[in-house]
């Protein structure tokens, strides 16, 4: 928006006070509808959903991101197509199952449904994307960033590729590095183990929509390795094994956690232009998506 326009505006806004009524009996509505976040990811021990119920646009903690409104009576119903189980309230908003009694398998859509009284019931789907495979790394040298008076943040350069395992449609990749814990888990297969990622950090949004080749390469990124006390020292300490990471997530997961990344981005700037949030729940907001990860050493 142009100054000449933003000024011109102000002028309209203050010359207009003198000939209005005051505004205490006008009020702004909104419908109340169910906040859904459920992420499906077939290595969880539990499929969680969180519930909440949407704040009014004005009034008490309108503007707050840290105040909630639990949905502590809904009924949460998850299906396949051929089997349905619901989730029981774990604790406030938290709705769960365990992922042994529900096994979830990559390649196949699932279909979320919630109801609680008083407010629209809600329904959203998902497909699992399947797993890429030969994730490759290519390392070149390492970069120092001050982080403080005594220490530097330590990143590793390296480019990644892999093979994707889904022709013919676009697929979703969110890149980055993180701590890493190897865990056991119950897969359709049988037991296993995979890294448990905590603390991880979202460097990149990608797809593959410009390219008919299967294969997918990064550009060189910097990927968090750790902590140093200066550029010269050999010793990078940090708190658990770093990973590189690739979620290859199915469009609701994607656009939901851009969106999100935007409006964060926007913050408070009252001249920036507002980023709405992705939301694929049917009568409600929020998301119900699907992810995979595979992990490269650092």
């Known amino acids: 928006m142009k100054a000449f326009s ?96 529900f096994m979830l398998v990559a390649g196949r859509t699932y279909t979320l449904k919630v109801t609680a009284p008083g407010l629209p019931a809600t329904e959203a789907t998902c497909t699992i994307p399947k797993m890429i495979r030969t994730l490759d790394a290519t390392d070149s040298d390492l970069s120092y960033e001050r982080a403080d008076a005594s220490t530097y943040n330590v990143y590793r350069k390296r480019s990644l590729s892999w093979t994707n395992t889904e022709a013919n449609k676009t697929n979703y990749y969110m890149v980055g590095s993180g701590e890493g814990t190897n865990v056991k888990i119950k897969t359709l297969a049988g037991d296993s183990t995979c890294v448990r990622l905590k603390n991880a950090a979202v460097i990149a949004f990608l797809d593959d929509s410009k390219t008919t080749d299967q294969h997918f390469t990064t550009g060189t990124m910097r990927f968090l390795l750790g902590k140093s006390t200066s550029k010269t020292d050999p010793k990078i300490t940090s708190p658990a094994p770093m990973y590189s990471f690739v979620y290859h997530v199915d469009r609701n997961y994607y656009e939901f956690f851009r969106t999100v990344k935007l409006q964060r981005e926007v913050g408070d700037n009252p001249f920036a232009e507002a980023v709405p949030v992705y939301s694929n729940i049917k009568n409600g907001l929020g998301v119900f998506g699907a992810y995979v990860v595979q992990v490269k050493n650092l």
Do not use: H, M
Request: include cysteine; charge should be negative; charged fraction near 20%.
């Open 6 to 101: 933003v000024l011109s505006a102000l002028l309209l806004v203050f010359g207009l006070t003198s000939c209005v009524k005051q505004s205490d009996d006008i009020t702004i509505t909104s419908d109340p509808k169910l906040i859904v976040e459920c992420y499906l990811n077939p290595t969880d021990t539990e499929i969680t959903a969180i519930v909440n119920e949407n704040r009014p646009i004005t009034g008490e903690g309108s503007g707050s991101r840290s105040i909630s409104n639990p949905v502590l009576d809904a009924t949460v119903l998850l299906s396949d197509g051929n089997r349905e189980v619901k989730l029981t309230n774990n604790k406030n908003s938290t709705y769960k199952i365990q992922a042994k009694d």
